[in-house]
């Protein structure tokens, strides 16, 4: 029987135990001033890599709080281009709109997500009245806030009687969406339903009416998940049951690549990957092959997580909220989603 050398453990050149230590490298060199390190920092965030989601919602004659989202709220028309011009100022580089319509105009197919007096044409209208060219005006494309059931397609039932989403029947409807967000005035939409084929449809059906310059942000790896429950409130949502059957599983990362090359390949102009923190190293792959700028999402949850904490005295606010963001750039993200947008621009101004 022959035995295992005996492990040989690595001889250490350098004994700290002793006078004659002599360390040549010494990493905390660069880590002296505050001076140095910005000399040496290799990741740069910029306010204008920043968008803030916001909420324009319907029968309401004054912003309203959003419980789950201390700080966040739900506006009006003029609560929404204020708080606009605030983020404009602070030097945020876009707003992604999302719609709150009333409870009773929710319908089977969402159909008030391309009229054009739906609260989110009406709000994507008035920002880019008021900002132009500006600011860029995102618009969020996805129809569960419009649809009476909640969910980001249209059901129909399967052959043994089990509704599912009808992914062939959503997509023109998603075609119709994009289209009214993009006369209405939007410079991008975001497709983040999920859908299979959303992207190909919606390039088509914006270059069919003459929208060739209205780009195409892509949610492209969107995981399903927990941390998505503090938006639920914000928009009023509908849903029971969850999104598994079409939004990604957590446990899965090679799919994510497929996404976004199937994306691309349809026609996205940016792709993205949401939500942020639980997904970094995915963040990380898709940077590493994504041949158009990438985009993260800190989601709700992401951002209730670090205000509880904070309102508790559990974390520093500020620190936690940039420590958050420059994670998600260093991971990869060229462009982040954050409802800290205004404040985290105003801290990286100093
Ligand atoms: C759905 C949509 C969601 C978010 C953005 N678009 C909710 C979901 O997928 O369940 C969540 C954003 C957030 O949590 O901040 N169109």
Redesign the pocket.
Known sequence: MCRADPVRLPRRTISTMTDDVHLVRRPRRLRTTPAMRNFVAETHLEPNQLVL?MFIADGIDSARDISAMPGVQQHTEESLLRTAEEALTAGVGSVDL?GVPTPESKDATGSQAWAVDGVLNRGLSALRREFGDDLIVMA?T?L??FTDHGH?GVLTEDRFGTTVIDNDATLPLYARMAVAQAEAGAHVVSP??MMDGQIAVIRRALDDAGFQDVSILA?SA?YAGA??????E?VG?S?QGD?KTY?QDPRNARESLMEVDLDIAEGADMVMV??AMPHLDILRQVADISTVPVAA?Q???E?SMITAAAQNGWIDREAAIMDSLTGIRRAGADIILT?WATEAAHLLRG
Do not use: N
Request: glycine share 10%.
């Open positions: 989601p999302f969020d996805c569960d806030e980001c983040s339903g949610y969107k941390f998505y429950g503090p938006f639920r914000a949502s849903l999104r939004q949401k939500p999402y989601v709700s949850g951002y409802y």
